[in-house]
């Protein structure tokens, strides 16, 4: 028998989809569990953006969407976005591919970008599926670690100290998950002279910039004239409009390397599902209210989630810029993060993530999300505090 590929070794099941569907499946077996895995609002995608969909199905759009790489109000709403929200202009018909969720979108960009043993500056904590990604093109991650003891800042030493002659990307996710991090003007010098300096590609992963804190606006890279050139964008529709089933995202950036990207999309996806893309235009075009509705509201859960963590001895929590997640930190403790978000879940009954998932290892952290309602959020909060002292 033929043996899959020697890739299957090195990848395994993305820890937060892991995480979400154990959850789900202990809701289902009768537990009384409160599952804070998984990354996705619990709102409902607002209606008119549900009826477009609708409307669309009715009205025949159920074929391949032409042109491939997006239809073409989609690419424009987008690429109005972009202008409007960003500060970023592209061509809707050759600079953006609209992908089956944003995932998809870093994938091909990847996939775009590297040839084999080409490396990926990753900074940690990161989103688990970066170096999975990065090592299912070919490509090697490289992590750059930052620290909650230094507000999880970006600095250019150490980026600097793991550049080599095989730097090819730099990913940046700002907000990011799963800190809530938003880059300040001196972190966003540093990545634009390393990237400058060493010829580096930026994947800006945008996905959470409506989902940012005290007013405090997310800058897009793409934005920074000196590095423009050399950004591609992610972003989607999963985490600002609470659509996350619909899976729908796009990557953005210079024309020769959307162009390389279109290609790939072709020959995988073919073109995301063509009544969610109408869908995404009455999102992109239509009010905007209802993603401020629920920005306020996790702002409230983050005040919440933020002040809970930090009156549990033994835990502590630093603020959060963006984003839905907290990641919190057991202070003195033997456990490693995986066997802290074991306890968790068997004597709280909470599912969250641990930090080694986000390439963690020093300290026993866990992430929350708390794109979930009040009422769930401040129940696990109540569980981890009566048994936080089995965390030691
Ligand atoms: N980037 C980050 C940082 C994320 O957390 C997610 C959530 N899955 C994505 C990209 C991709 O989201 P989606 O595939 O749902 O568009
Ligand atoms: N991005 C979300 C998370 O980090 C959803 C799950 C996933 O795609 O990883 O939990």
Not at 79 to 92: I, L, S
Not at 181 to 206: P, R
Not at 271 to 283: K, R
Not at 341 to 368: C, M, Q, T, W, Y
Request: charged content about 20%.
């Amino acid at each position: 028998m033929p043996n899959p590929t020697q890739l299957a070794n090195r990848i395994a099941k993305s820890p937060t989809i892991a995480m979400n569907d154990k959850a789900k499946q202990l809701a289902a077996e009768g537990h009384s569990v409160i599952g804070l895995a998984g990354g996705e609002p619990d709102f409902d995608t607002p209606s008119h953006i549900v009826d477009a969909a609708i409307k669309a199905i009715r009205d025949g759009e159920t074929r391949y969407a032409a042109p491939s790489k997006g239809i073409r109000p989609l690419l424009e709403a987008i690429a109005v976005k972009m202008e409007r929200d960003n500060n970023v202009r592209v061509d809707p018909m050759s600079d953006i591919i609209v992908t089956p969720g944003g995932k998809l979108a870093l994938f091909l960009a990847l996939k775009a970008m590297l040839d084999p043993g080409d490396e990926v500056l990753i900074p940690a904590p990161y989103w688990v599926s970066y170096p999975s990604i990065a090592t299912m093109v070919g490509g090697v991650p490289v992590t750059v670690e930052t620290g909650s003891d230094d507000n999880y800042r970006l600095r250019l030493e150490h980026l600097r100290e793991r550049v080599t002659p095989r730097s090819k990307v730099l990913i940046i996710n700002s907000p990011c998950n799963p800190t809530g991090h938003m880059l300040s003007s001196e972190e966003i010098e540093a990545v634009a002279t390393l990237a400058l300096e060493e010829d580096l590609y930026i994947i800006s992963d945008e996905i959470y910039e409506k989902l940012n804190f005290d007013g405090r606006p997310a800058v897009s890279l793409a934005s920074i004239p000196d590095i423009a050139d050399r950004v591609i964008i992610i972003n989607g529709m999963s985490k600002a409009y609470a659509m996350t089933g619909w899976r729908l995202g796009w990557l953005a950036g210079p024309t020769d390397l959307i162009g390389v990207a279109g290609k790939f999309n072709s020959q995988t996806a073919t073109s995301a599902a063509t009544f969610t893309q109408h869908a995404a235009v009455a999102a992109l075009n239509g009010p905007q209210e209802c993603v401020e509705m629920m920005r306020q509201s996790y702002e409230e859960r983050r005040d919440f989630m933020v002040s809970s963590f930090n009156s549990i001895p033994n835990m502590s929590c630093p603020d959060i810029e963006g984003a839905f997640y907290a990641f919190p930190k057991v202070e003195e403790t033997s456990k490693s993060s995986e066997e802290v978000a074991n306890v968790i879940l068997d004597e709280a009954v909470v599912v969250g993530v641990p930090g080694n998932a986000f390439g963690v290892s020093k300290d026993a952290h866990i992430r929350f999300s708390f794109a979930e309602d009040m009422n769930k959020l401040s129940e696990a909060v109540d569980r981890i505090r009566a048994m936080a002292h089995m965390l030691a």
